[in-house]
């Protein structure tokens, strides 16, 4: 069945790293990908997406390319910031969609550091 | 739009007693979804229902949970009896059937405690 593999946590930047945080996933033809984004407390939120092959999706200075040759989704940020720690997901909707269900990562803990 | 509504935010209860969560989804969406978050396990999706009928609860943990969606703005999820091992974050989701590609909006979830 469809799967998705994140990059184990805890990842500790300090404030303007780069980021990136691989993804893989396992699926039949070209589903959908998402980045969700779940800050302390709260529940998550979508980040980005792209629905196609090498359709960029990007959203508050996050982005990230879905890459068929590779079943890759990595989402990357140019310069951190303390603001952006959180949990992120990486997510895929199947191409045979199972009533819109979405399959999720197990997620990746960011901490940026002042 | 005020988003996906679950109530109460926290709860505390003991074991053996029953639980019920309450999620209001987004007025229009056709699609809700019931997940449970713990450290050890993650984010597990319970049960999920489109246009209020459920089409998959095979990650409901055991018979001890129940979730019901009696119209399309309204959904419980219900546990009795209550154990210590169900204390987790639990999120009501809810999206557009026939739009999966616009992912869903995550309520902010409901902290269950069983003492």
């Known amino acids: 069945g469809d799967s998705v593999t994140q990059m184990e946590g805890p990842v500790t930047l300090s404030e303007e790293a780069f980021l990136t945080i691989n993804c893989t996933y396992t699926?039949?033809?070209?589903?959908?990908l998402f980045w969700y984004v779940q800050y302390p407390g709260e529940g998550l939120q979508l980040l980005l997406k792209?629905?196609?092959?090498?359709d960029k999706g990007s959203n508050k200075g996050f982005e990230a390319t879905y890459r068929k040759e590779t079943t890759s989704f990595h989402l990357e940020k140019g310069s951190v910031q303390v603001s952006d720690s959180a949990v992120y997901f990486c997510?895929?909707?199947?191409?045979?969609?199972?009533?819109?269900?979405?399959?999720f990562g197990q997620g990746t803990e960011l901490s940026v550091k002042p | 739009d005020a988003g996906v509504i679950q109530s109460p935010r926290h709860e505390v209860t003991e074991m053996g007693q029953e639980v019920t969560l309450r999620c209001k989804p987004i007025?229009?969406?056709?699609?809700l979804f019931w997940y449970r978050q713990t450290m050890m396990r993650g984010l597990e999706l319970l049960i999920y229902?489109?246009?209020?009928?459920?089409?998959?609860d095979s990650g409901m943990p055991e018979d001890r949970f129940s979730a019901k969606m009696p119209n399309a703005s309204f959904s419980t999820l219900k546990i009795q009896p209550s154990e210590p091992r169900d204390s987790a974050v639990y999120f009501c989701?809810?999206?557009?059937?026939?739009?999966?590609?616009?992912?869903?909006?995550f309520g902010s979830g409901t902290r269950l405690t069983v003492v």
């Open positions: 989701a809810s999206s557009l059937l026939s739009g999966a590609d616009y992912g869903y909006t």
């Open positions: 699926a039949t033809g070209y589903p959908s």
């Open positions: 792209a629905t196609k092959a090498d």
């Open positions: 997510a895929l909707s199947g191409i045979y969609n199972q009533g819109g269900k979405l399959i």
């Open positions: 007025s229009g969406h056709n699609s």
């Open positions: 229902f489109n246009n209020n009928v459920p089409i998959d």
